[in-house]
C-alpha cells in the first residue's frame, strides 16, 4: 500500500514537473520565435532602450521619439543623396502600408541639410511625403551610432532597441513584415 502511495506520488510529481517545463519553454520559445522572425533580415541584435529625441517635421513641427512609446517603431535613418537609400523608399512605403495602424510607426530622420530639400525630393519624383524629420547636423544618427546610410533600428513597445540593420532592407519583404509583426503582436 505504502510503495503504491509513493508511486502515485512519483508519477503526480514527474506530470507536474513537465507540465512546468512545457509552461516555461512556451514562454522562452516566443522569444526565440521573434529572434527567428528577423534572421531572414541578417540584423545585429540590440537591446539597450533607444535613445530620446527631439527634432523637427517638415511642415517644422517639433517630434520625439518618446511620444511613440506602446508602439514599435522603425527608426530609419537616410539622406536623399544615398544612392541605396533612394532604392530602399519603394520598400517603406510598403511597409508603412501593409502595417498601419495603432501599434507600429516608422519614423525617418533625414541627414538633409534643409526640409526643401526633401521636399523637393518628394515631389521631382512624386512620392507621396513619408514621415521625415530633419537632423541636418546628424546629431541623433551619431548618438545612435550610426556612421553610414541607409541604417535602422527596430525599437519595441517599451522603447528598447531590439535589432540594428546596416544598410538596405526590402522592408515590404514578408521577412520584413513578419519580422516586426513579432514584435507588434
Not at 12 to 18: E, F, M, R, W
Not at 86 to 110: C, H, K, N, W
Not at 156 to 181: H, K, M, T
Amino acid at each position: 500500500m505504502l510503495l503504491k502511495r509513493l508511486l502515485a506520488y512519483a508519477l503526480y510529481a514527474a506530470l507536474a514537473a513537465t507540465l512546468v517545463y512545457a509552461f516555461f519553454a512556451g514562454i522562452g520559445q516566443t522569444g526565440r520565435i521573434t529572434a527567428r522572425a528577423c534572421e531572414a533580415l541578417q540584423p545585429e541584435r540590440a537591446h539597450r532602450a533607444a535613445r530620446d529625441f527631439t527634432l523637427p517635421a517638415l511642415d517644422g513641427r517639433k517630434q520625439n521619439l518618446r511620444q511613440r512609446r506602446g508602439k514599435v517603431v522603425l527608426l530609419h535613418f537616410w539622406a536623399t543623396w544615398c544612392p541605396p537609400c533612394i532604392e530602399e523608399l519603394p520598400s517603406l512605403y510598403r511597409l508603412q502600408r501593409a502595417l498601419a495602424g495603432d501599434r507600429f510607426e516608422l519614423v525617418t530622420v533625414s541627414a538633409d541639410d534643409s526640409a526643401a530639400t526633401v521636399q523637393q525630393f518628394f515631389s521631382r519624383h512624386k512620392l507621396p511625403a513619408l514621415p521625415v524629420l530633419m537632423d541636418p547636423a546628424q546629431q541623433v544618427p551619431h548618438g545612435y551610432g550610426t556612421d553610414k546610410y541607409p541604417e535602422s533600428y527596430l525599437i519595441d513597445a517599451q522603447g528598447v532597441i531590439r535589432y540594428r540593420f546596416v544598410n538596405q532592407r526590402d522592408w515590404g519583404s514578408p521577412e520584413a513584415l513578419s519580422c516586426i509583426r513579432s514584435l507588434v503582436d
